[in-house]
């Protein structure tokens, strides 16, 4: 029932470099940013991150791009970080864009234990080169893949030390998606409370979908 | 793009905003529709972060870090606003579930396909949501400047990546409002002080003229 919390440090230890992470946030907004000083801090290499955006400079996962930590972005947009896009046009790292909602259900199928999807969104733009376009009842579809990852790192709003989580508003975002669709998910929260404090209707991500837990700052 | 411009934009747009629908504002001009919502409805606005039912940001120093639009500025909850996360957004957003969007535009064309996520060589900001609210929203107004550095941005095929295959339901300009169908654009409205001649010098797409072209309205 109770489980230990580890340190950020030894969080980002366990986050080897050339790894494949998930990060949840929306312009940085329920982004675990302990989790991502303590990768800045290791000084993380070869990173494949993948989310909804680079945020800002200096900002969030910002500070993974600027520290050099990344190899390749797999996200919806780029547009309000002008280090992601320095670097992507120098080749220093790889960007490839996914419409956010197709980026959703590509985590969500990974999690989920499906293939991929069929999504009407992409359809004769950019997004369809190279992939496959499905007829279903007259309407074309493209099938994307499931997205899976090495890691998760996700912010809660409250965790117990059973692990189990709630979010909070708009920092919700990614989040329970993301938890269901890695290997190892490390997940930060704001608060944590002893077990039994958050009812059962009240969790978002059963605890033992978490591997870890970063303990409160000392 | 001057004030005024962006005004008659925005008026003209909430004008087709209905009572008791779900719609979603992309940023920068189509956030200014919301200052003009005709009285006596009720919309309920989604942003695409996760929420339905948002307000103006709190007084300074009440704002929640939690609470935040697409831009990641601060925002509020109305009462009875419900919070969700990114794969329910898009269900509603794809789902047929969204009534309405407003998205910015680089260009339209004669088809009424929308080009808005990127000039290669130049701009690549990515898609964002725009691709998944063009393909699902029941109705995707473009709200944007007839005319941007000298060129009409109403072309008669795209020369921009586009954003979807599906034409957008109304676009809404400075100078006009348009409305794609099977023959090509149709010239609905004039801006104010805008001659039907006027508005045809701006366009580069050819344009459907039926009759007296009525003058846009700006106020309910």
């Known amino acids: 029932m109770h489980r230990k919390a580890i340190s950020a440090a030894e969080a980002a230890a366990l986050i080897t470099d050339g790894s494949s992470v998930m990060f949840g946030g929306f312009m940085g907004v329920g982004t675990p940013t302990r989790i991502v000083d303590a990768l800045v801090a290791r000084g993380a290499r070869d990173l494949t991150i993948i989310g909804n955006d680079t945020a800002r400079p200096g900002v969030a996962i910002g500070k993974l791009i600027d520290a050099g930590c990344v190899a390749k972005c797999i996200v919806s947009h780029i547009g309000t970080n002008p280090v992601t896009q320095k670097k992507m046009i120098a080749g220093e790292i790889e960007v490839d864009l996914v419409p956010q909602g197709t980026l959703a259900e590509r985590i969500?199928?990974?999690?989920?234990?499906?293939?991929?999807?069929?999504?009407?969104?992409?359809?004769?733009?950019?997004?369809?080169?190279?992939?496959?376009?499905?007829?279903?009842?007259?309407?074309?579809?493209l099938l994307e893949k499931a997205l899976p990852a090495d890691v998760a790192i996700i912010l809660a709003h409250e965790a117990d030390y059973n692990f189990n989580l709630t979010y909070r508003l708009t920092a919700t975002n990614f989040n329970p998606v993301m938890a269901l669709a890695a290997k190892l998910v490390i997940a930060e929260a704001g608060e944590i409370v002893p077990v039994g404090v958050i009812p059962p209707d009240a969790v978002r991500t059963p605890g033992i979908l978490v591997t870890h837990l970063v303990e409160r700052p000392r | 793009m001057s004030m005024e411009a962006k005004?008659?934009?925005?008026?003209?747009?909430?004008?087709?905003?209905?009572?008791n629908t779900l719609v979603n504002l992309g940023i920068g001009l189509p956030t200014l529709v919301a200052r003009y919502i005709p009285p006596g409805i009720r919309?309920?606005?989604?942003?695409?972060?996760?929420?339905?039912?948002?307000?103006?940001?709190?007084?300074?120093?009440?704002?929640?870090?939690?609470?935040?639009?697409?831009?990641?500025?601060?925002?509020?909850?109305?009462?009875?606003?419900?919070?969700?996360?990114?794969?329910?957004?898009?269900?509603?957003?794809?789902?047929?579930?969204?009534?309405?969007?407003?998205?910015?535009?680089?260009?339209?064309?004669?088809?009424?396909?929308?080009?808005?996520?990127?000039?290669?060589?130049?701009?690549?900001?990515?898609?964002?949501?725009?691709?998944?609210?063009?393909?699902?929203?029941?109705?995707?107004?473009?709200?944007?400047?007839?005319?941007?550095?000298?060129?009409?941005?109403?072309?008669?095929?795209?020369?921009?990546?586009?954003?979807?295959?599906?034409?957008?339901?109304?676009?809404?300009?400075?100078?006009?409002?348009?409305?794609?169908?099977a023959q090509g654009l149709i010239l609905k409205e004039c801006a104010p002080g805008v001659s039907v001649e006027a508005v045809r010098a701006a366009t580069a797409a050819p344009l459907i003229i039926r009759g007296d072209v009525p003058e846009m309205a700006l106020t309910p």
């Open chain 1, 108 to 141: 969500r199928a990974a999690g989920a234990g499906l293939g991929g999807i069929l999504t009407p969104t992409g359809v004769g733009t950019r997004v369809d080169e190279g992939k496959q376009v499905i007829e279903l009842e007259g309407q074309s579809f």
């Open chain 2, 7 to 19: 005004e008659i934009i925005a008026r003209r747009v909430a004008l087709e905003l209905r009572d």
């Open chain 2, 43 to 181: 919309v309920h606005f989604q942003s695409e972060n996760g929420i339905i039912g948002f307000g103006a940001p709190p007084p300074e120093g009440m704002e929640d870090p939690n609470l935040t639009d697409a831009g990641g500025g601060f925002i509020s909850a109305m009462p009875g606003a419900a919070s969700f996360d990114s794969a329910m957004s898009f269900m509603l957003i794809r789902g047929g579930h969204l009534d309405m969007t407003v998205l910015g535009g680089l260009q339209v064309d004669a088809r009424g396909q929308l080009a808005n996520w990127m000039v290669p060589g130049k701009l690549v900001p990515g898609m964002g949501g725009a691709m998944d609210l063009v393909a699902g929203a029941r109705r995707v107004v473009v709200a944007m400047q007839h005319v941007a550095k000298g060129e009409s941005k109403i072309v008669p095929e795209l020369t921009l990546p586009p954003t979807a295959a599906r034409p957008v339901t109304l676009v809404v300009t400075d100078l006009a409002v348009l409305e794609p169908s």
